[in-house]
């Protein structure tokens, strides 16, 4: 191989190797990431005729979410330690499930009930 060549093919291997060492980090600070606390999710149907907006509060201590508040609805579910968001509320016999992301203290993401034939988006933000 060329000096040019072996130039290349080393600025190539540097420039990989720091790009996996970004995504190795940007992996490690989402797995250390804590979600517990109490946020304020606001809901947004933009399917069916549910009500157009709702909030509701959750508690979420050691990644498992209940309700919090005088939330209408029973929470469940859990937050892993990636920010992956996996929920359900339930309601007289009513489920809406929930997916998203939640890192550092906020996160969005979408819903659903096919029990009410809505759906739509989230977003939540740690209070306090």
Known sequence: MT???NSRLFAAVLMGAA???AANAEVALAATQNPDGIYAVDITTRQGDCDKTYRW???VS???????GDSPMQASGKINGGGTVDLAFQRFGQVAT???RLMRGSGS?????PTM????SWRALRQG
């Open 98 to 100: 929930v997916t998203g």
């Open 117 to 120: 034939q809505c759906a739509g």
């Open 57 to 59: 509060m959750i508690s």
């Open 19 to 21: 790009s996996a060492t």
């Open 3 to 5: 000096p040019a060549g």
């Open 109 to 113: 993401g979408t819903w659903s009930s």
């Open 62 to 68: 050691g990644g498992r979410v209940s309700s919090a």
